[in-house]
């Protein structure tokens, strides 16, 4: 079998007949009208991509840190310590659930919940790949770039809740972070979307599809695009609060900043969370920029690399990838950088970035509407 | 001073500046201690300590303006408790003399220098938490080592540890 | 409504018990929090708690408090013989313990007056030397920790490792050697250690320039610290700052070269002070990079060492030391150049006793670290964490 029949027939011969009746069953389970069945279906594959790559980017970056500083990272649980995060997760699982006797109960529990949930929410609209993709609203991009602005109310509820002096002051830089950097963050996004004129996540993807691979994709289709990809990284990084601008949780300032008084699953929670939206952003910088679910690779001559390594499965491996590939610079910068002041923070929040996305957003107008 | 030795070039520097001070102070002062190892003079007139601080720092023939230690010091014999300073002319004149200032054991109170030598500060804190000797015109005169509750000062040589602290047995 | 101006006057008198507080609005009803920052702080570097008071994130006020570690370190010198306060010294600087008890033999050699061989002169200075080497990867290490960058420090510790195996080699300890004794040494050093050692610094050489890469000159690292905790050098001195602090506010004081001692006169190294291109004179990046300096003139002088020692032919460590160490009646106060400052020793003897009548450590960390009340004054928290980091304290010789 060549790798463009994989490519034609591949979501059936992975599925098997046997799982397609049995989704088409559950997707004809409608309770009380309501397409109960086909969102089931949708969750559960959704749900194991978000958590597989979760757990895998724990050890991943485990194992990245422990590499770039001469040591060996976890090693004995399972070959290479390939279970370490499970093992964690199960240790974290049966630790004793506390919660301070002084700690608002009610905002110390929801916290890590809203938190969890929110980071998991932006999951609906990814296009995993051009036949998958949660909930295609047309307001896909809007709704990702809202729902993200949602954690901050976690973040607060847990810092607020946990009646802690260092959890405030963690929650409270946060919520400054998150609140400045949307803005910087949402105007480089808008210049994708004006590139695409659409907010659909789907339809983006699909607008850069086509058989020179990358060259379709909108980092490369304007002169100006990557400033505002620049633009969106950095406040990503900013949004789910990794280094550099890992403030909020600053450890050597803040203790642990807001998750201060959280242990055992409340803590994994939180931690999870993280790295949900870590591959959230990074999930979205690559389908506005990077053309999602489409193959890099471009058609040479006889040589197709592009239909070759295109197709639903391959989109999904395409668009993990991507994502994990922007996971992997997040982790890399986060243990090669020193941590900025707060100050510094807003400063090249409002003093650089907003200046830069709002230039960038002109210049991406104009390039549209005069140029091509 | 052993007789017969060279008397060395440090040690000579801090006779000279000792003199100047004696020529100023006269009867305030003892007479020099003019050893190898830390050639020193007594301060007779206690309550002139922070005048000849001053003036030790601030003449400009002296410049003593880095105090490289003060240590409390217990003198059961004489019944006395007092203080060593190491006084040095840092990157002036590299001159270095010490001072020794004594009070009585009892209740006995110090003019305190942490105005004219910031090292003075946590030092004196000290010298009172281990030897409880009180400075007059310190700034904050509290414990610094031992708790702010701890009974006794413990390097006094007749010093007898508390039975209990907090419930604690304290003895071992 | 009620309930608003009352709370509205508490804040008010609030206001007025305080004097160092600035009041900006009353209307916004701030207040000061006290802010509880150690003992158990990962950036207190071990158990120093600094009581804050914050408004919002700048600090009105930091207020040390020490004794957390305190051992009774002059109770028990009083209490040992001359030669047994040595493993004490040890736990003064944990990090530099070959200075500690370097700095204490000079004490009491001092008041002994002997004469010391002169190869047991240079194994002191090479092991110290590499243990300075080693305070201070681990003082820039934890002070990348500080300002938020992870991999140096492992970088330090890896190299700082292999020093660590070397004195354990020497010593046959880690951390708490016991190796310098009154009048010599506890051995010689064994048959292979000097190439080793000469190995290490053609090792280390490259390394330091990495992490000078790494750290130093990354961009964030000297925002981070660039201006931030000026210290004037004539206040400098005044609060008694000794070692790399001094040197970082601009003053050319060593006492290895101001105030020599054992065989640093013959030795060529340079005292590097901060040329105030690079960074502010006397802010946390001077002392940052003075330590960083240091490390190169440290593997200079080890260098030499190794160049000009005598051989080890009919040599013994202990040949100098008394049988009975009772000095003459009378004081000393003997010094060196620990990786933090000076680290002096007051010792009295009565010339009757064979134990100290009083042995004082003047620590260069507690000297140092006095300097923290003012130098916090309308910092952010960050900057307090930088400049606790700058003033690189080991609490175990600030609490003693």
């Given amino acids: 079998m060549t790798l463009t029949a994989l490519s034609q027939f591949s979501l059936p011969f992975l599925m098997g007949s046997g799982l397609n009746v049995w989704s088409e069953t559950l997707v004809g389970f409608n309770v009380w009208g309501l397409p109960l069945g086909l969102i089931i279906l949708a969750a559960i594959p959704l749900v194991f991509i978000a958590l597989y790559s979760l757990t895998y980017g724990v050890y991943g970056e485990r194992k990245i840190s422990a590499f770039m500083q001469d040591r060996l990272g976890p090693m004995d649980v399972g070959k290479w310590g390939i279970l370490q995060t499970i093992a964690d997760i199960l240790k974290l699982i049966q630790k004793e659930d506390i919660v301070p006797t002084s700690a608002d109960k009610f905002l110390f529990v929801i916290g890590p919940g809203i938190l969890f949930v929110a980071s998991f929410l932006a999951y609906a609209v990814l296009p995993f790949s051009s036949a998958f993709i949660g909930a295609n609203l047309n307001v896909g991009l809007y709704y990702a770039i809202g729902i993200v602005a949602l954690e901050v109310v976690g973040i607060l509820a847990a810092g607020w809740g946990s009646n802690n002096k260092w959890a405030l002051y963690g929650a409270v830089r946060s919520v400054a972070q998150i609140v400045s950097y949307e803005i910087p963050a949402a105007i480089a996004l808008l210049c994708g979307a004006m590139m695409a004129g659409t907010l659909d996540m789907q339809q983006i993807s699909i607008l850069q599809s086509g058989e020179y691979g990358f060259a379709h994709f909108y980092l490369f289709q304007s002169p100006i695009a990557w400033l505002p990809f620049l633009i969106y990284f950095i406040a990503s990084l900013a949004e789910v609060n990794r280094a550099p601008f890992d403030i909020p949780e600053a450890e050597s300032e803040l203790v642990a900043g807001y998750f201060t008084e959280y242990s055992g699953m409340k803590f994994a929670v939180i931690f999870l969370a993280e790295y949900g939206s870590m591959f959230m952003v990074s999930a979205i910088i690559s389908v506005v920029f990077l053309g999602g679910w489409n193959s890099p690779l471009p058609n040479i001559g006889s040589l197709a690399l592009n239909t070759w390594t295109n197709g639903p499965v391959w989109g999904a491996f395409w668009m993990i990838m991507k994502g994990f590939f922007f996971i992997f610079v997040q982790m890399w910068l986060r243990w090669t950088l020193p941590r900025l002041r707060v100050d510094q923070l807003m400063y090249l929040c409002w003093k650089v970035l907003t200046p830069f996305a709002f230039i960038s957003f002109v210049l991406t107008a104009i390039w549209e509407i005069y140029v091509p | 001073m052993e007789e017969g030795k060279q008397m060395s070039q440090s040690l000579k520097n801090s006779v000279t500046a000792y003199s100047i001070i004696k020529e100023h102070f006269g009867s305030a002062i003892s007479e020099f201690d003019p050893n190898e190892t830390m050639p020193f003079f007594e301060v007779l007139d206690v309550s002139r300590w922070t005048e000849i601080a001053l003036f030790m720092r601030d003449n400009s023939k002296l410049q003593f303006n880095y105090l490289a230690c003060l240590s409390g010091v217990d003198y059961p014999a004489e019944d006395k408790v007092g203080i060593v300073c190491n006084c040095e002319s840092l990157g002036v004149f590299n001159h270095k003399l010490a001072v020794k200032i004594k009070c009585s054991r009892q209740g006995g109170s110090l003019p305190s220098v942490a105005y004219v030598w910031h090292t003075a500060n946590w030092h004196e804190r000290e010298a009172f938490d281990m030897y409880g000797m009180t400075f007059t015109g310190h700034p904050d005169l509290t414990r610094i080592l031992c708790p702010d509750d701890w009974v006794g000062h413990p390097l006094l040589k007749d010093y007898k540890v508390q039975e209990t602290y907090h419930g604690i047995k304290v003895p071992y | ?400």
């Avoid at chain 3, 330090?156 to 300890?173: K, Q």
């Avoid at chain 3, 790494?214 to 001195?237: C, H, Q, S, Y």
């Avoid at chain 3, 460590?317 to 007051?346: T, W």
């Fill in chain 3, 1 to 400: 409504m009620q309930e608003l101006d009352t709370a509205r006057q508490a804040s008010v008198r609030v206001n007025r018990k305080s004097d160092n507080r600035v009041v900006i609005e009353k209307d916004l009803m701030t207040e000061q929090m006290v802010l509880a920052m150690g003992p158990q702080h990962p950036s207190t570097h071990g158990v120093l708690k600094l009581e804050c008071f914050t408004d919002g994130e700048v600090i009105t006020e930091a207020i040390p408090c020490l004794g957390y570690l305190h051992r009774c370190f002059e109770k028990t010198c009083e209490r040992v013989d001359y030669p047994a306060v040595v493993p004490y010294t040890d736990r003064l600087d944990y990090l530099a313990a070959m200075n500690s008890e370097f700095a204490y033999a000079i004490a009491v050699e001092k008041l002994l007056d002997i004469e010391i061989p002169r190869r047991v002169e240079f194994i002191r200075v090479i092991v110290a030397e590499l243990n300075r080497i080693a305070s201070h990867l681990v003082a820039i290490g934890t002070y990348g920790i500080d300002l938020g960058a992870f991999t140096p420090f492992l970088f330090c510790f890896r190299d700082r490792e292999i020093i660590l195996g070397l004195l354990e080699w020497a010593s046959g300890a880690r951390m708490l050697y016991n190796y310098i004794w009154i009048g010599g040494l506890a051995y010689d050093v064994p048959s292979d250690f000097l190439k080793r050692v000469k190995e290490f610094v053609a090792y280390f050489r490259p390394k330091a320039v990495e992490l000078c890469n790494l750290l130093t000159e990354n961009e964030i690292f000297v925002k981070r610290t660039w201006g931030i905790g000026i210290m004037p050098a004539d206040v400098a001195i005044n609060y008694g700052w000794s070692g790399p602090m001094l040197r970082g506010s601009g003053v050319q004081w060593d006492l290895r070269r101001n105030d020599p001692y054992s065989i640093y006169p013959e030795l060529d190294f340079k005292v590097p002070v901060p040329d105030g291109k690079s960074s502010v004179v006397g802010d946390c990046l001077s002392r940052h990079l003075v330590r960083a300096y240091e490390m190169d003139e440290s593997l200079k002088i080890i260098e030499q060492c190794l160049d000009k020692i005598p051989s080890s032919e009919g040599f013994n460590s202990r040949s100098a030391i008394p049988k009975r160490i009772r000095p003459k009646a009378g004081e000393v106060y003997g010094r060196a150049e620990n990786p933090r400052g000076e680290l002096g020793f007051y010792i009295e003897s009565d010339g009757k006793s064979t134990k100290p009548i009083r042995c004082k450590a003047r620590s260069s960390c507690f000297v140092n670290l006095s300097a923290m009340k003012d130098m916090s004054k309308g910092q952010l928290i960050p900057d307090l964490v930088a400049i606790i980091g700058s003033i690189d304290i080991v609490l175990g010789e600030v609490d003693r």
